[in-house]
């Protein structure tokens, strides 16, 4: 006998919702969407901001580095009526997370350099003017956990038929990192003027067998498998797991409600290298959808100084890329100084890192030119990109890193988000 899911909501909550998911789609599948003019405001999926003292959320206050983030009404839970039933979801939605991450790269080198060439045209002399009036475009070969996580949004409408009101229950939650003090989190929403908003998932409010829970799918940061809180603990709940496991370093997640009433979820990660553990703590607000995922995070993560292209397996395994760190050089960009990126290729079934110097790509450097002009090539390759293009992408890095103003503009505007977002 087929198990049903119990439905029960409001009918001008269907509408709304309903509504919103063409929406969404629009804004994945076109491929340069521009984000709506601040000034007369509305958030990119469709929803309409909650006003909060400030005003109509989602404003950019004069002095403030980044525009206010919003949130939208509740989403109502999915009722599940059993457990059995729930892991055939949950099945399901990891499966269409896994093709994602495989289809997919996480890109947010090409949106720098976009970004670069954007502010090269404008003609403008202050980053910061420019970062106020650029509009972030989500492209499917720019994706990073904004673009990964819509895209999975629309991915996931096709389970609709076998999980009926699944669609209009999925939302997006925004996410902070790297938290000191979890006290602060202890309010009823979280501070707008004071929320970084760096990091966004997808989230489902369920209830299984009478028992609430969250669904959480992050692909944003490679999680290959679905993430299930449980309020009481218990069965689906996920508890740790681990990330990855390589031989110079082991993460492990894990996921817990802040207390048994609240609207946040805490994500702790435990870091272990060569035997020393390290601990963070990210929180999370389930509580209602994110409204702003590219007027605030896609635009925030412009300006972070660390970048990554990469390509994963559908177990979210490193398969090719680079990453590398934007930072100030005392010294002149020269053939002896200057940042390095590292990158990563597979030999055999093995993964490599390596670094290599920027300057290789300004200057003509004689040494190990060809092997790595040959490691560069088999990135290439391996990230499924055509031949060239990866070596032409570090042409562009180099020139940009290179550009001492562009450079120290972009590494204060992000001093700038987070002293402002740590106050």
């Given at each position: ?18 509504s ?56 109502p ?16 939605v ?28 404008s003609?403008l002399k ?9 509009s ?134 435990r ?58 050089w005392?010294?002149?960009f ?23 110097p ?14 790595t002009?040959k ?21 562009g ?10 450079r ?16």
């Amino acid at each position: 006998m087929r198990h049903m899911f119990v439905i029960n909501v409001a009918s001008h909550s269907i509408l709304q919702t309903q509504s919103s998911v063409p929406e969404r789609e629009k804004l994945v599948k076109n491929t340069d969407p521009p984000v709506e003019p601040i000034s007369g405001y509305r958030d990119e999926c469709g929803y309409v901001p909650t006003v909060g003292r400030w005003g109509r959320r989602g404003e950019w206050p004069p002095g403030r580095p980044l525009p206010l983030p919003a949130w939208g009404d509740p989403r109502p839970a999915l009722l599940v009526d059993s457990v059995e039933r729930y892991e055939e979801l949950a099945s399901h939605v990891e499966l269409t997370v896994q093709q994602l991450l495989q289809a997919h790269h996480y890109n947010s080198v090409g949106n720098l350099i976009r970004f670069y060439r954007g502010f090269q045209a404008s003609g403008l002399k202050s980053l910061t003017q420019f970062f106020r009036e650029y509009s972030p475009p989500i492209t499917v070969e720019h994706y990073t956990c904004v673009g990964l996580a819509l895209e999975l949004l629309r991915r996931l409408s096709n389970l609709e038929t076998s999980f009926p009101g699944l669609t209009a229950r999925l939302y997006l939650v925004s996410c902070e990192e790297a938290i000191d003090d979890l006290d602060c989190y202890h309010h009823e929403e979280p501070d707008a003027m004071n929320s970084e908003k760096e990091h966004v998932m997808v989230a489902l409010r369920v209830e299984v067998a009478g028992r609430p829970g969250i669904l959480l799918s992050d692909p944003g940061y490679h999680i290959a498998r679905v993430v299930t809180i449980m309020a009481d603990n218990l069965y689906p709940h996920t508890g740790w797991f681990t990330q990855s496991d390589e031989p110079q370093c082991r993460k492990e997640y894990h996921y817990s409600a802040l207390s048994p009433d609240s609207d946040y979820i805490v994500w702790r990660d435990r870091e272990t290298r060569q035997g020393r553990e390290k601990n963070t703590l990210g929180v999370i607000y389930v509580a209602r959808p994110y409204l702003t995922p590219i007027n605030v995070t896609e635009r925030r993560n412009l300006v972070y100084n660390l970048c990554s292209l990469l390509a994963r397996d559908a177990k979210g395994h490193l398969i090719a890329g680079i990453y590398f760190k934007v930072d100030n050089w005392e010294q002149e960009f020269s053939e002896t100084n200057g940042p390095f990126f590292t990158m990563i290729y597979r030999s055999g079934e093995e993964s490599k890192k390596i670094k290599v110097p920027f300057s290789r790509f300004l200057f003509q450097l004689p040494v190990d030119a060809d092997i790595t002009a040959k490691l560069v090539a088999l990135c290439c390759q391996q990230l499924g990109w055509p031949e060239g293009k990866l070596e032409s992408t570090l042409n562009g890095l180099a020139t940009l890193l290179a550009d001492r103003n562009f450079r120290e503009q972009l590494l204060d505007l992000n001093h700038e988000i987070e002293t402002a977002c740590d106050d």
